[in-house]
Structures are given as C-alpha cells and as structure tokens.
C-alpha cells in the first residue's frame, strides 16, 4: 500500500516535471531582419545615447563668436559619399556648437575653426544569451569613440585635439521564455 | 529497507536537471551584416590598426607642403569612406609633426590594399555539450607610402602591415564573454 502511494506520487511529479519540460522547450527570440525593416530601435537607440554621454563633456567655450566648419570621419557603410552615421554626426556636433555660443559657417572657406571628428567608433554590438530553460537576455551595446581635432584655417595649425568616449547598454531578458521582456538601460 | 533503483533514480533527476539545463545554454555574439552597419567591435579593431600602421611611417614632413592622396580597396560597398578617414588621420598626422598640407612640393600617396576583418568561430563540444565557443576578429591591414618630392623623384617607400586581434570566449556557452586581446595572450 506504502509503495503504491508512493509511486503515484512520482508519478504526478512526473507529469509536473514534464509538463514544465514541454513549456522550457518553447522560444522567445527577438528577430531581426533587415534590410526591409531598416535598422532595428535598439540599434539606433544605443549609440545616439552613447554619442550624448560622449558629448557630455565636449566643449566649444574656447571658440564662442567664431565660425566653425565641421567635417566627420568613420568607418561606417554607406553607398554614397557621407554615410548615415556621418550626417547625423556633424549635425549634432553642430547643435553643440551652436548651443555654446560657436556660429556655422556657410562654407569651409569662410571658417576661422576647422573641427575634424573622426570616429574611431560609432555603432553597436550585440550579445544573445539562452540559459535554456531559464532566461533568454539579449544585450545591445552603443559605443562612440571620437577624436576631435581642431584647426585654425588660416594657418592650417592645430589648435586642440580631445578624445571623447560614451557608451551606452540596452538589456532585454526572458524568463522561461514566457515572461518578459525585463528592460534594463544604462 | 533499500530503496527501489527506479525510485532512486528519480531522487538524483532533480538534481541532475540544471546541469543539463546549463548545457544546452547558448551565447552567440550576433553580427549581421550588412543591414545593421559595421559592428562598434569592428570599427575598433579596424580604428587601432590604422594608428598601429601609422607609427611604422619614417618620412619626417616638418616644414614641407604635402600633398596627400589616399587610395583604398576596402570599405562595405565603397571605399570612399575610408579614404576619407586615412586622409584626415595622414593630416593630422603630418601638421602634428610641423607640415602643411595642401597642393604643393611635395606629394604622398597613400594605398590601402588590405583593410578589412575575418570572424572565426570555435566551437568544442562532446557529444551535443558545448564546452567552449569563441569568436575572435582579426582586422588586417596593409599600407603602403609613397612619398615624391616637387620634381617627381620617390623620395621615400614605407610598408607597413598591423593588424588588430579580439577574441571573444564563452565557457558552456553562458559564462562570459571574456575579451582577450589576442596579441596580448
């Protein structure tokens, strides 16, 4: 009678176990697919954060009054001369300028400042992780890398050069691939 | 009173479940490309390689007007882009060192004929247990300087081939990743 009981025990935690089983095998994986979707919010989301903490500490004080022209370096894709990354680049930098009391000039040849970024970074990097069943986390990176050089126009000379680094993460879990997604940003 | 081997083997299956779970974990770094652009990891490598292959240059340009050329073959879908960052990394360059660039005397020529990165991916497991996965990126570059005087004569070759190393390595496929600078093993 005891081992009976005790076997029909066993047998319903079985049939707990297997059922927890079967739900461990199903999947939540985010997707991406490109080009038709263009690039993903996390991937445009992490570096445009990580160009604003990289930019936190950038200043332009030194050339309040005076025109700058801009000119943006990286090693980004593109199919044109200036690739997104560059545009979007030059025009922050731009607003930067601006907002710190700096004019834009309307043509290199009217500049009193030269500013050449060149991004040594501009872009993501991500990490998929499956503890099958327990959590699925997906990890995108922003990183931004920039080396700033300022000239003076007239005499080609260099006035200043500065580095500047921000990085940003965007964290996404699942757990038993059925409850989620838990978002973390730093 | 001994217990049943059948009961007994499902006394130690608990225990046995997260160390199965944790062997059929998985940890992938995930570059697609081309639609997502060139990963931050890449632009990194390929960023410190320039610089690395910068410092083998000999030729001094202080006090000379150098014209600067640069010609490339890597770059996704043009090389445009590089050209234009290897100019601009040639000019700071050379005004660091007390030269003026722009159309004169002198004239450097700048190829790239090899700029551009390999992923290898390693995987070692036994019997469908992955033990150990790991993604290294190796930027190789090769540049080449040729630098001509007012009358057309070289003046100076240089050659100068870094490349850039990082490896990414997971154990069990969820401890990790651990980076390591594969030139600095």
């Known amino acids: 009678m005891?081992?009976?009981?005790?076997?029909?025990?066993?047998?319903?935690?079985?049939?707990?176990?297997?059922?927890?089983?079967?739900?461990?095998?199903?999947?939540?994986?985010?997707?991406?697919?490109?080009?038709?979707?263009?690039?993903?919010?996390?991937?445009?989301?992490?570096?445009?954060?990580?160009?604003?903490?990289?930019?936190?500490?950038?200043?332009?004080?030194?050339?309040?009054?005076?025109?700058?022209?801009?000119?943006?370096?990286?090693?980004?894709?593109?199919?044109?001369?200036?690739?997104?990354?560059?545009?979007?680049?030059?025009?922050?930098?731009?607003?930067?300028?601006?907002?710190?009391?700096?004019?834009?000039?309307?043509?290199?040849?009217?500049?009193?400042?030269?500013?050449?970024?060149?991004?040594?970074?501009?872009?993501?990097?991500?990490?998929?992780?499956?503890?099958?069943?327990?959590?699925?986390?997906?990890?995108?990176?922003?990183?931004?890398?920039?080396?700033?050089?300022?000239?003076?126009?007239?005499?080609?000379?260099?006035?200043?050069?500065?580095?500047?680094?921000?990085?940003?993460?965007?964290?996404?879990?699942?757990?038993?691939?059925?409850?989620?997604?838990?978002?973390?940003?730093? | 009173m001994t217990t049943h081997p059948f009961l007994r083997g499902i006394q130690i299956f608990p225990l046995l479940l997260p160390f199965l779970a944790l062997l059929c974990s998985c940890a992938t770094v995930d570059y697609l490309p081309p639609e997502q652009g060139t990963s931050a990891e890449l632009q990194s490598i390929l960023a410190q390689s320039l610089e690395e292959n910068l410092k083998e240059i000999g030729f001094d340009p202080a006090g000379k007007t150098v014209d600067i050329q640069v010609r490339a073959l890597g770059g996704h879908q043009t090389p445009l882009g590089l050209e234009r960052y290897v100019k601009s990394l040639f000019q700071e360059w050379a005004v660091q060192r007390g030269a003026i660039v722009g159309p004169g005397e002198w004239r450097m020529e700048v190829f790239l004929p090899v700029l551009g990165t390999t992923a290898t991916q390693r995987n070692l497991s036994y019997r469908n247990v992955p033990l150990y996965y790991s993604e290294r990126f190796r930027a190789s570059g090769r540049l080449v300087v040729i630098v001509k005087d007012g009358e057309g004569r070289t003046a100076g070759v240089w050659q100068a081939g870094k490349g850039g190393d990082l490896a990414d390595i997971y154990l069990m496929r969820i401890f990790g990743p651990f980076d390591v600078p594969v030139g600095n093993r």
């Open chain 1, 2 to 186: 005891e081992k009976r009981k005790k076997a029909s025990q066993t047998f319903r935690g079985m049939s707990i176990l297997l059922m927890i089983l079967l739900l461990a095998t199903s999947c939540a994986t985010k997707r991406y697919w490109g080009p038709s979707m263009g690039r993903s919010a996390d991937s445009q989301s992490t570096p445009a954060d990580a160009l604003q903490k990289a930019l936190k500490s950038a200043s332009f004080e030194a050339y309040k009054g005076k025109s700058l022209w801009i000119d943006v370096y990286t090693l980004t894709d593109r199919t044109g001369k200036e690739s997104a990354e560059e545009r979007f680049l030059r025009s922050w930098m731009a607003e930067k300028a601006v907002s710190q009391g700096s004019r834009m000039a309307r043509s290199k040849a009217e500049a009193d400042i030269l500013l050449d970024v060149k991004a040594r970074v501009f872009g993501v990097h991500q990490t998929r992780r499956d503890f099958i069943p327990l959590v699925y986390m997906e990890s995108t990176q922003g990183v931004v890398d920039l080396h700033l050089a300022f000239y003076e126009r007239e005499s080609g000379k260099i006035l200043r050069t500065e580095d500047l680094k921000g990085e940003a993460r965007y964290l996404e879990y699942y757990i038993l691939y059925m409850i989620g997604p838990f978002k973390s940003v730093d």
